[in-house]
């Protein structure tokens, strides 16, 4: 079983960027990717979600524009670029990863990381 771990959030002002991470304990290759947030109080939202080949990013209507997710299946990494950040944005940022070919754009994922704390500060 994949093993995923995030790394990368912290503490930012508003307008302000952050790069978050998703490693795993084996290859990505053959896997969609996706990142999710959840905000105190809310349900886990979709964001962001690539395809195993890397060739079809998705973000939502949101975050289009100032987040962008990438991969590199040589260094079975995930990527989340943050952009433009706002206090809205403030949440747990979790990845996921999943075998099957349309996960990256249903949003349905079996493997999940434990997340890591973004802040933006207004």
């Known amino acids: 079983q994949v093993r995923l771990e995030e790394s990368g959030g912290g503490l930012v002002q508003d307008g302000g960027s952050l790069s978050i991470s998703c490693t795993a304990s084996?290859?990505?290759?053959?896997?969609?990717m996706g990142w999710f947030r959840q905000a105190p109080g809310k349900e886990r939202e979709f964001v962001a979600g690539?395809?195993?080949?890397?060739?079809?990013?998705y973000v939502i209507d949101s975050v289009k524009g100032r987040f962008t997710i990438s991969r590199d299946n040589a260094k079975n990494t995930a990527y989340l670029q943050l952009n433009h950040l706002k206090p809205e944005d403030t949440a747990i940022y979790f990845c996921?990863?999943?075998?099957?070919?349309?996960?990256?754009?249903?949003?349905?994922?079996?493997?999940w990381g434990q997340g890591t704390q973004v802040t933006v500060s207004s």
């Open positions: 996921a990863a999943d075998q099957r070919d349309h996960s990256y754009l249903s949003g349905e994922f079996q493997i």
């Open positions: 084996q290859s990505l290759r053959f896997y969609s």
């Open positions: 690539i395809s195993a080949s890397g060739l079809s990013p």
